[in-house]
């Protein structure tokens, strides 16, 4: 839920949703002084009446694009002087002893072959 309400104010989805809220507000409100649907939301929508939370979204709104960017460019030169970086595979030391030690050759001979099973 957090994630989902910081990704909507990086967005400036705050506003919209204020507004839709005020436009809620005021159509529910001319509706009812006004006596008719079609006259509350007409009151509503002609934007000769706004409601308090209007203003407030307006100036907001205003505020927001007045703040300074950051230009791309100063991005792009920030990439550029940090460099590359190389990545080496690790080094296989997670190996069980036994497979890292290297094979060394029987000393003995089997005594015998295993006895076979007659099959007849």
Known sequence: MLLVAALMISIGAQWAVLQSTAWLG???TYSVSE???VE???????GDHPCPLCNLVEEGQKKEQKLPT???????ELLL????????????TFLPRA??????ARSTEPNVPPPRRDLA
């Open 70 to 76: 950051k230009k791309a460019e100063s991005k792009m």
């Open 26 to 28: 005021m159509a529910v």
């Open 99 to 104: 497979a890292q030690e290297t094979a060394t």
């Open 81 to 92: 002087t940090i460099g590359f970086v190389v990545i080496t595979p690790p080094v296989a």
């Open 35 to 37: 006596g008719s649907l």
């Open 40 to 46: 509350g939301l007409s009151k509503t929508f002609d």
